[in-house]
């Protein structure tokens, strides 16, 4: 009986992809490197490329510029969230508990990434036909998934926590994107350190707050917001 081979292109092709893909991979650990030494302001295509050994012009022949590379890295502290928030609400049984765990371990892993801060905050003040514009469809694909996934953390304990009649919450859905958002609001002031306040009528004065006083208010405002009267 005769056999079919595949044609030798195809084992060339796949070698090909399997080097495209490797090579994304460094420049976007590259890029995360960078961000975590210097922010996202100071890093440059320039730096990323001589930190992986390659021109810059290669690095537009994987990513179809700079909004589109900084989203995917952004992709990769997600990952990372998402782990960091699944492990936080396997921890406790109780909803109340597992809602403050998780929101907990969001804080804290947003001050210890501030990157992660920097480029979220970037990117949500991009409206989706602009990003559209500036990163590929399948980029924008990978880059929701991302937050979706941290998103359905958020949300399945909450939705639990609404079964069991712990919570009451209308849209665990919209609740969880709205944590997520002024979370990040957070995550800045908490990096800042400054209360601004009126010492008097029309005299501003300033004050201090803690990373931990963020995480504090934001934990007690996940509560109340998710175990309010409806």
Known sequence: MPTHESPPTDGRRSAAAARRRAREREILAATRALFDERGVRDAQIEDIARAVGINRAIVYRHFTGKEELFALTLVTYLDELRGELEEAAAGHRDAGERLASLVGAFVDYGVAHPAFTDCAQALMRRSGPELLEEISEGALFRLGRGISSCLATLGGVLEEGVASGDFTVDDPTLLANTLYASGLGALQLARVGILV????????????ISPDQVKDYLVASALALASRPT
Do not use: R
């Open 197 to 208: 306040k009126e010492a008097a009528p029309g005299i501003p004065t300033v004050g201090s």
